[in-house]
């Protein structure tokens, strides 16, 4: 057996023997989650794209069996200012607190905070501007939804009823 084959058999038995598990294979958290998690209503533009973002990785909550509250801040920086002190460039800053909870108990399964950035540019007309700007927000609120939900995935099985 070549090196190459036996690291490959060596590896494969180390992810055995530690427990790892598929997250969309059976019994894995993908698929006790699929389907399952009903975000809070969204009340901005930011937490629209959040929530959809979450619909798209989670899928649509056919059997809501849990609740995912959700809290985002963005917080706007200027990044690049000209000496006629004209800011060129904004940088958004995002959190987003959450807590996923099951809908028939009331039970946290599990809470966090994740966080993110990005940035867009004023240079061009003011369409342009705002365009960039919704953009950036769109981008941040997606960035911050793709981190919920690989956490989310990321917990241990029995850790999802």
Sequence with gaps: MSWSRRAAVLGALALAGCGFSPVYGPGGTGARLFGKVRTADPRTPDDF??????????????????????????????????????????????????????AATG????????????SYSTTGTTIATMAAEQDAHERLARMLADQVATRLLALQPDAVP
């Design 107 to 118: 039970r946290m399964v599990t809470r966090g905070q994740v966080s993110s950035f990005t």
């Design 49 to 102: 794209a959040f929530a959809g973002r979450i619909a798209e990785r989670l899928g649509p909550d056919a059997e809501a069996g849990f609740l995912l509250d959700y809290n985002l801040r963005v917080a706007v920086v200027p990044q690049a200012i000209t000496p006629d002190e004209v800011t060129t460039r904004y940088a958004l800053n995002g959190t987003a607190d959450f807590t996923l909870t099951e």
